[in-house]
């Protein structure tokens, strides 16, 4: 009964390479989000879709395209991967859109780019 | 800036100690302040959610405060258990995207 799943656990690549994490949620909510976790540990967010529209960009290059094929899908791509990439990278769901409403998280997807 | 500081950074407890973390933010316009704890290599859980008119809210043996004028909050832990141990941040939210600090690292021990 995990609410919000994440694939894969752990992803170890080559620079360059490109490279896709998967994210479901069986919550029934309408937001996901994408955060980066660095190694100091900051949790900042990447991507927010609502109802399968993108509804937050920070500042994220280009490389990184988010896809939400359904509301209970937002997976996210990564091309051409470079070293500073390497962190964890969690999903989040909320029930609404909005800042008020509690994020459910997701276990992590933890990036190393050699 | 939207910013949160968080202190200590780390703390060491004894099982069944108590405990206060302490979280300073500054995000205008705010409107809820989050707990969260997080396990080592897993993803936050929400410990509390309180709006700018409440004033402490209790889940357990956590008991979070919020002091909407001084922008500050703090989280209290009750009897500590080894199972505490774990990171804590402390989000506020406005109508801007959750802004986290880097959080106070609690280890408890037997």
């Known amino acids: 009964d995990t609410a919000v799943s994440q694939t894969p656990k752990y992803l170890v690549t080559q620079m360059g390479n490109d490279k896709s994490i998967k994210c479901e949620q069986n919550?029934?909510?309408?937001?996901m989000y994408w955060y980066k976790q660095d190694s100091k540990k900051f949790l900042k967010i990447m991507f927010s879709?609502?109802?399968?529209?993108?509804?937050i960009n920070e500042t994220v290059p280009n490389r990184f395209s988010p896809k939400s094929p359904d509301k209970a899908h937002l997976n996210l791509h990564i091309n051409s991967l470079e070293l500073g990439d390497s962190a964890v990278y969690f999903c989040?769901?909320?029930?609404?859109?909005?800042?008020?409403?509690?994020?459910?998280f997701g276990p992590g997807t933890r990036l190393l780019v050699l | 800036k939207n910013q949160v500081e968080q202190s200590p950074q780390s703390l060491i407890i004894l099982e069944g100690k108590n405990c206060t973390l302490q979280?300073?933010?500054?995000?205008?316009?705010?409107?809820?302040l989050r707990w969260y704890k997080q396990d080592t290599g897993r993803g936050p859980v929400s410990l509390t959610i309180?709006?700018?008119?409440?004033n402490t809210k209790s889940n357990g043996r956590y008991t979070a405060t919020l002091d909407a004028d001084t922008k500050q909050s703090s989280l209290h832990i009750t009897a500590s258990q080894l199972s505490d141990s774990a990171s804590y941040i402390c989000?506020?939210?406005?109508?801007?995207?959750?802004?986290f600090g880097k959080g106070t690292r609690l280890s408890v021990i037997a």
């Open positions: 989040a769901s909320s029930p609404y859109q909005g800042h008020q409403e509690t994020q459910y």
């Open positions: 919550l029934g909510h309408d937001t």
């Open positions: 879709y609502n109802n399968k529209e993108l509804i």
């Open positions: 979280c300073n933010y500054t995000v205008s316009p705010f409107s809820n």
């Open positions: 309180m709006t700018f008119s409440e």
């Open positions: 989000p506020p939210g406005g109508n801007t995207p959750l802004v």
